[in-house]
């Protein structure tokens, strides 16, 4: 069965940071990009970073540039999104989702381009409160 599991979310006062994994099982996730999004109640779901498959291209939205940062580690086959100076506009339920990569080590879809991702994970919760 293919499965991605996000984990490490939780409550964090804010300027604090998180770090959330994304862990793959029946596949790896040498030949797929991986995306992150979130998803805040009453609100659309938006695209907060991508990865390419060889981890050489990334892509961050402006909302969470220059604190935020994408990572992944093939031996763990697991994809990192570590984030530092948490706001509270940051509170959202988290998703990670892959998508195949299509032979390219650079492809990193739009983070908008939702319906391309392939398998999505069930979600952490992220909270940024004091």
């Known amino acids: 069965q293919l499965q991605l599991v996000e984990s490490g979310g939780g409550l964090v006062q804010p300027g604090g940071s998180l770090r959330l994994s994304c862990a793959a099982s029946?596949?790896?996730?040498?030949?797929?990009?991986i995306g992150w999004f979130r998803q805040a109640p009453g609100k659309e779901r938006e695209g907060v970073s991508c990865?390419?498959?060889?981890?050489?291209?990334?892509n961050y939205a402006d909302s969470v540039k220059g604190r935020f940062t994408i990572s992944r580690d093939s031996a763990k086959n697991t994809v990192y999104l570590q984030m530092h100076s948490l706001k509270p506009e940051d509170t959202a339920v988290y998703y990670c989702?892959?998508?195949?990569?299509?032979?390219?080590?650079?492809?990193?879809?739009?983070?908008?381009?939702?319906?391309?991702?392939?398998?999505w994970g069930q979600g952490t919760q992220v909270t940024v409160s004091s």
């Open positions: 029946g596949f790896t996730l040498d030949y797929y990009a």
């Open positions: 990865i390419s498959s060889s981890g050489e291209s990334t």
């Open positions: 989702a892959a998508v195949g990569s299509g032979g390219s080590r650079w492809y990193t879809p739009p983070l908008v381009a939702y319906h391309r991702y392939d398998y």
